[in-house]
């Protein structure tokens, strides 16, 4: 699929240059480098300040009541992922639980997010499933939701498996889980997925990844998988987020939540800081219901190159971002 921002002819360029973002997202060594090293780590936060709402819970918590008074629900997500050091996860853990707190006594409209990796499943499975566990049960006690990120394909059986667990063991039905519909194999998680009565978050999906396990990031196979899962969980009653910057998805599930008379109860559309505010405030004008998703902390180098990848004509905005005396970047 031809990237409009660009002329045809650069298209295989543009489209290598969003396949080496990616690649270099997950490259641990190059992230060590960028976040720790002292004279990459100014650019890097620079570029990153239009799509991180700071570095600390309290900067989370401002952006929040800020995504809120426009009308929005909000998503919190401390950055984080593939930690391999059991004490490490377990300090990690105790963040979210400070966000989970802290979202209780401001009584925020705000879901918490994370990733497995982050609170220990790289360590053991055992270690992610009990700290997410201790998590989810403060989320529920303030009656707030807890959605679990989708990560590499190659954690993608250990990241449903928890899940489930949490559920069918703990009754933790404020669990949440993210699925991807550029994988080939979520045409078989899906069923097994509304099985489960958590809030199924439907994302394209940014990883790099091979043919063989997922369509291309701009392919009309995509779109088309895309749609048909939406329109699946939207017809069914599933509790979901549409989680799509797209705005020919947005617009033909808008027609068809308006034609059917889906229950607003039942479903939200969902977007990213940084990534401009028309469209989500577009939607809750015309009355669906939104949420807006908000992620802090340092560790946010995959996060940052996947979003620019998704519209390679971002890094101009990087090196406008890096350019800039100013120390607070805009949405565009």
Partial sequence: ?????????????????????????????????????????????????????????ADALQRVEHIIAQ????????????????????????????????????????????????????????????????IALAAAEINREVMISMEAADRADDIYAIYARLHREDGLHNVGITVPAKRHRTEQDLPSLMKIPGRIRLVKGAFL?????????????????????AQELLLSGHKCSIATHDRSIQGDLSA????ER???????????????????????ARGFPTREYAVFGDEHFLYVLNRIAEEPVRVYQAIIDVMSPSQAATST
């Avoid at 990844?209 to 899962?229: F, G, M």
């Avoid at 229950?263 to 405030?281: K, N, V, Y």
Wanted: aromatic content about 8%; proline content about 4%; hydrophobic content about 40%.
């Fill in 71 to 134: 009308g929005h629900a909000a998503s919190a997500e401390y950055m984080g992922e593939s930690v391999r050091d059991e004490a490490f996860a377990m300090a990690e853990t105790e963040v979210f639980m400070e966000l989970t707190k802290a979202i209780g006594q401001r009584n925020l409209n705000c879901s918490v997010s994370l990733d497995l990796s982050h609170v220990g499943m790289t360590v053991d499975t055992e270690l992610g499933y009990r700290n997410t566990r201790r």
């Fill in 209 to 229: 990844e091979s043919e063989d396990i997922s369509h291309h990031r701009n392919s009309p196979e995509l779109a088309a998988a895309y749609r048909r899962y």
């Fill in 262 to 284: 889906i229950d607003p109860r039942w479903f939200e559309f969902e977007s990213l800081i940084g990534l401009g505010t028309e469209q989500i405030a577009g939607l809750q």
């Fill in 1 to 57: 699929m031809h990237h409009p921002a660009f002329p045809a002819l650069w298209q295989p360029l543009v489209d290598q240059a969003a396949t080496t973002l990616r690649a270099l997202a997950l490259d641990e060594s190059a992230k060590e480098k960028f976040c720790n090293d002292p004279l990459l780590r100014p650019y890097m936060h620079k570029v990153s300040q239009r799509y991180v709402a700071g570095r600390t819970v």
């Fill in 256 to 259: 068809l939540i308006l034609k």
